[in-house]
């Protein structure tokens, strides 16, 4: 078995390695390609990756290239982490939405815009190779935001599911709260990619009882703090919602927040640079304690589930994926991309049912799902007025002279990405 992951040089890469090298029974891997423009990050953590490997027994090849046709030939699936414009562009994104009164965020609002229109084209073109090498390879999409990637990829025609780590972490999260083991716990997760809701947590499986309302009751102190939301107001949800819907709830007070320290891209780089450092070092041989604080929590563990179900190996049946709609949320158009629990298997990802969605929550997605229809029409044809009408789309933006104005600084901090500005 041949992966690849596009933007190997990423300082996540070595969660993604150790995963590889403790999970091998669940998905062996004979041939592992780190692909990277970046040569000298690349060669960092392509190094730490074979010790890695070395030192759990495994005997697969770590190989590092920055030729992207060389690297995807032949791969069963490839894994998409990238980011275009590097951290150099995350600092805009969370940095110019707060000069209107908006929130800066990479993902979602006018950044997250923003990393939409120079990710989806670059992306398209690399499923486009992909495609040529091996029309039968599996596309695991991690790169953000990965709602909209995916769909672009989907509707593209590639054969791709899109990952995110919110619901793998919030499931050992809840675990460890209740005394049980990880895989004993099944999240009724709904939602879009960074706008979900825990509605259920249930025990053994999809159809096994529901503990979210013990789970509130006993430990409802501790998961507040974690989202940093209000313990009152999960109460009166009576659910858990990802810890993004902090910029929707609590909109103003995160944008003061924001303007008043550094920027979580300013905090990742000087990371970035610590890790980077730390992975020369030719004695390590395992993933280092701070890459714990880098984010991509659980990543390993969730593509490594995903991507041997996909292949017809040991991974779980149930997993949280993004993917095609079809019915799933009939307030929805079937080809949105929602993330919810998924039937997991050699054919792609196959929604569970979802009991009805409480219009709070409805409403909020089929908003921000038209958002995404507009995003990604911007992101695969260009021009300010689709980018204007995208940002008046989103709740997070919504009236008009902020649109204007995050739209002129959007194209203005982007016009090197942006083959149309």
């Not at 999970?23 to 953590?45: I, S």
């Not at 599911?161 to 209740?178: D, P, T």
């Not at 004695?283 to 292949?311: C, F, I, N, T």
Request: with cysteine.
């Amino acid at each position: 078995m041949k992966l690849t992951v596009v933007g190997g040089g990423s300082t996540y890469t070595p969660e993604l390695i150790d995963g590889f090298a403790r999970l091998r029974d669940t998905l062996p891997v004979q041939e592992l390609v780190l692909v990277d423009p970046a040569r000298e990050r690349l060669e960092l953590v392509g190094g730490l990756a074979r010790r890695i490997f070395a030192r759990q027994g495994h005997d697969g090849r770590v190989v590092t290239t920055s030729d992207l046709d060389a690297a995807v030939d032949g791969a069963d699936a490839v894994l998409l982490q990238l980011r275009v414009g590097g951290q150099a562009a995350r600092q805009q994104d969370e940095t110019w939405p707060l000069e209107c009164g908006c929130v800066g965020q990479e993902t979602t609002g006018a950044g997250g815009l923003a990393k939409a229109l120079r990710t989806v084209p670059v992306v398209l073109d690399i499923a486009e190779r992909v495609r040529r090498a091996n029309p039968d390879a599996w596309i695991i999409d991690f790169t953000n935001p990965v709602g909209i990637v995916t769909r672009a990829l989907l509707q593209a025609g590639h054969r791709a599911v899109g990952l995110c780590n919110v619901a793998i972490g919030l499931q050992r999260k809840f675990a460890a709260l209740l005394g049980v083991a990880p895989a004993d716990v099944h999240l009724d997760h709904v939602g879009l990619n960074h706008l979900t809701w825990e509605t259920g947590v249930r025990l053994g499986g999809p159809e096994g009882e529901d503990v979210l309302p013990r789970l509130l009751a006993e430990h409802g102190e501790a998961v507040a703090a974690d989202l940093r939301l209000p313990r009152p107001l999960l109460d009166r949800l009576g659910v858990v919602p990802s810890y993004y819907l902090r910029y929707y709830y609590a909109h103003d007070e995160v944008v003061d927040e924001l303007r008043t320290k550094p920027s979580r891209a300013a905090e990742v780089a000087h990371m970035e640079r610590q890790l980077l450092e730390t992975y020369g070092d030719p004695a390590l041989d395992e993933k280092p304690a701070l890459l714990a604080k880098r984010g991509g929590a659980y990543y390993s563990e969730a593509a490594v589930d995903l991507a041997a179900a996909l292949l017809g190996g040991t991974g779980s049946p149930y997993q949280v994926v993004n993917t095609y709609n079809r019915g799933t949320l009939p307030f929805l158009p079937d080809d949105a991309v929602v993330e919810v629990p998924a039937a997991v298997g050699g054919k792609g990802a196959a929604p569970l049912p979802v009991a009805d969605v409480d219009p709070l929550y409805a409403g909020l997605i089929a908003h921000v799902t038209a958002y995404e229809d507009l995003a990604l029409d911007a992101a695969l044809r260009g021009g300010r007025d689709r980018v204007f009408r995208a940002l008046l789309a989103h709740p997070l933006v919504g009236q008009y002279a902020y649109a204007e104005q995050l739209t002129d600084r959007l194209i203005a901090h982007n016009r090197e990405h942006l083959a149309w500005a």
